[in-house]
């Protein structure tokens, strides 16, 4: 099973609401990614857990909050966005051993709008 | 700092063409080369890596690169084009010191084919 799955597929939210995207995988993999892509743009590298523990953030703004309960799980928690954070979100998975650097694996992303 | 170059952000071929994505990269160290296809509004599938074994990879849907360090380039190349190819590749980079296995993205190439 080489799957990422995320839900929701789609999100619309309001700018003061709170909202979370949740990614599943169930590969074995230690590490995971969030990522931000805007439309015709590659992705952007947000987050990267490595064994549960958040080894890299991109100066996110705080408004976007990560967080990893499982090794198999990945969630993140959304407040107070603004509309330019309007994007589609990907998470990724994949192996994760130091200094060599696996391929990662895509979920099909949520469509988040902000209103 | 490690980069990556895709030559024309548009392609157009014909059903039946050769088709040529170029990408060439920056890196000081022996680089780990990706490429992905994106689908309109779903994830990343990976294509192909290269990973310093043979310089020729074969990958899915017939799709091949050749990695060229005179040429610091890893195109793309799938001899006969098919309707179902077009979307979108992303060509990417990771050097094997990178802990977390972070991707470098080019901007991308949106790949037509005309019937």
């Known amino acids: 099973d080489t799957e990422v799955t995320q839900t929701p597929k789609h999100l619309v939210m309001g700018m003061t609401n709170k909202k979370s995207l949740k990614c599943e995988q169930h590969?074995?993999?230690?590490?995971m990614y969030w990522y931000k892509q805007k439309a015709k743009k590659p992705p952007e590298l947000m987050f990267v857990?490595?064994?549960?523990?958040?080894?890299i953030n991109e100066s996110v703004p705080s408004r976007f909050s990560p967080e990893c309960p499982n090794s198999s799980l990945l969630n993140l928690h959304l407040h107070a966005l603004q509309p330019e954070d309007s994007a589609l979100y990907l998470c990724?998975?994949?192996?994760?051993?130091?200094?060599?650097?696996?391929?990662?694996?895509f979920g099909p992303g949520t469509r988040l709008t902000v209103t | 700092a490690q980069s990556v170059t895709q030559l024309g952000s548009h392609v157009s071929v014909s059903e039946g063409a050769l088709v040529l994505l170029r990408c060439n990269y920056s890196?000081?160290?022996?680089?780990?080369l990706f490429w992905y296809v994106q689908y309109p509004n779903q994830g990343l599938q990976l294509l192909l890596k290269?990973?310093?074994?043979?310089?020729l990879v074969k990958g899915i849907n017939g799709f091949e690169a050749e990695f060229k360090k005179s040429e610091t380039s890893f195109h793309l190349t799938k001899p006969s084009a098919h309707m179902s190819d077009a979307a979108e590749y992303f060509c990417?980079?990771?050097?094997?010191?990178?802990?977390?296995?972070?991707?470098?993205f080019g901007q991308g190439t949106e790949l037509s084919v005309k019937p």
């Open positions: 290269y990973t310093s074994a043979a310089t």
């Open positions: 990724a998975s994949s192996q994760d051993r130091q200094q060599i650097p696996y391929e990662q694996y």
């Open positions: 890196s000081s160290v022996p680089p780990y």
């Open positions: 857990y490595s064994y549960e523990k958040l080894s």
């Open positions: 590969m074995g993999h230690r590490a």
């Open positions: 990417a980079v990771s050097d094997k010191y990178n802990q977390g296995g972070k991707l470098i």
